[in-house]
């Protein structure tokens, strides 16, 4: 301020102003980007240590299954993105069937296979 003219310091204070909120503004959707990317990476690591945890565990531990289902999709609850939040909830359903059919498949593949096979074959 000292160094602006006094007659120029009314017009300088009014662009600075100016600046100042264009400057606020590109940085809370910078940040706003930051925290989606966080979101996501973050998601995306919890979510393929649930679905490796499905599908090494047994298929028939429902308890487990619906806890580690339910962990998943309070997590999901907590996104920011009301989009990105949806698309998660419907991958996250289908990774934990994929990752429980995984599971059904490694403990019996042949009544896995008859299991399976009679849900395709029922439609």
């Given at each position: 301020m000292a160094k602006v003219p006094e007659g120029e310091r009314a017009n300088f204070l009014?662009?600075?102003?100016?600046?100042r909120l264009a400057g606020s503004a590109r940085m809370a959707a910078q940040q706003h980007a930051r925290r989606q990317n966080y979101?996501?990476?973050?998601?995306?690591?919890?979510?393929?240590?649930y679905t490796s945890a499905i599908a090494q565990s047994d298929p028939d531990d429902t308890e487990t299954?619906?806890?580690i289902r339910?962990?998943?999709?309070?997590l999901i609850g907590k996104m920011g993105n009301p989009v990105a939040r949806q698309a998660a909830?419907?991958?996250?359903?289908a990774?934990?069937?994929?990752?429980?059919?995984?599971?059904?498949?490694a403990k019996d593949p042949k009544g896995a296979a008859e299991v399976l096979g009679g849900a395709v074959g029922s439609d």
């Open positions: 009014a662009q600075k102003q100016a600046l979101e996501q990476a973050e998601w995306s690591k919890v979510e393929d240590g299954f619906d806890a339910q962990s998943g999709l309070e909830e419907a991958a996250w359903r990774n934990t069937a994929k990752a429980l059919a995984q599971a059904m498949i």
